[in-house]
């Protein structure tokens, strides 16, 4: 038996604890922590999880899944201090934080796997990467994949390319969704309702997608089956590049990629 402890149940802790119990690990399994006592006894009554103190948890269980703010890394780190030794695998969600900074503040030897993951978490498709600090064996990043294996896509990356995963599937979700919110002003500036426009755009975006994922082909090879010889879409393809929508997203992941380093660097 395998015990888990979520720190810092937020939003992305309790979406992943809730993960963990559909796949059918048992409440008994899991422990929590909050910081305000009605949080922790309200993920109780709901999970039926067990809610302890932070140096507790560190005593009692084989994982530890840091799922805190990059603001609260420190005051986290300070109260765990000694309690977490090198038979305790630590499992970092935290953004922009290395597995170095783990290494300074915890006992020597600690095995730390790194996680970027995003909120599709909540619906049991989240796209997650992970990457071994210097004391984490084969053994401790195939547990990690178990355990995110049930929450959606697992993929392992050096850990100099976290940075560039939180720019691009971290935050990826909210490009997708601001393309939806745009899509839908436009659907009804076309004389749509909102709720049809959305439907219309959800349902596409879904399809795209699985085609994406399921034909093997090139995006580019997908988006020239639509585009037909001085059709519609050519014509809005046409504005999206006269506008740079391209140059426009490369940019803004960059400049996410950018904070993630910066978040590191305030933690080397």
Known sequence: MTILAMLGAGKLGEALLAGVLRAGTPPAELLVTARRAERAEQLTRRYGVRAVGNRQAAAEADVLLITVKPQDIDALLDDLGPAVGPDTLVVSFVAGIPTSYYGKRLTEGVPVV???????????????????????????????????????????????????????????????????????????????????????????????????????????????????????????????ENHRVRAALITAIEAARDRSQELGRRHE
């Open 114 to 240: 790194r996680v970027m993951t995003n909120t599709p978490v909540l619906v049991d498709a989240a796209m997650s990467a992970i990457s071994p600090g210097p004391h984490a064996g084969e053994h401790h990043l195939a547990l990690t994949e178990r355990l995110l294996a049930e929450v959606g896509k697992v993929v392992r990356v050096p850990e100099s390319q976290q940075d560039a995963v939180t720019a691009l599937s971290g935050s990826g979700p909210a490009y997708f969704y601001y393309l939806v919110e745009a899509m839908t002003d436009a659907g009804i500036l076309l004389g749509l309702p909102r709720a049809v426009a959305h439907d219309l755009i959800v349902q596409t975006a879904l399809g795209a997608a699985l085609m994406l994922r399921d034909s093997g082909q090139h995006p580019v090879l997908l988006r020239e089956a639509v585009t037909s010889p001085a059709g519609t879409t050519i014509n809005a393809i046409r504005e999206l």
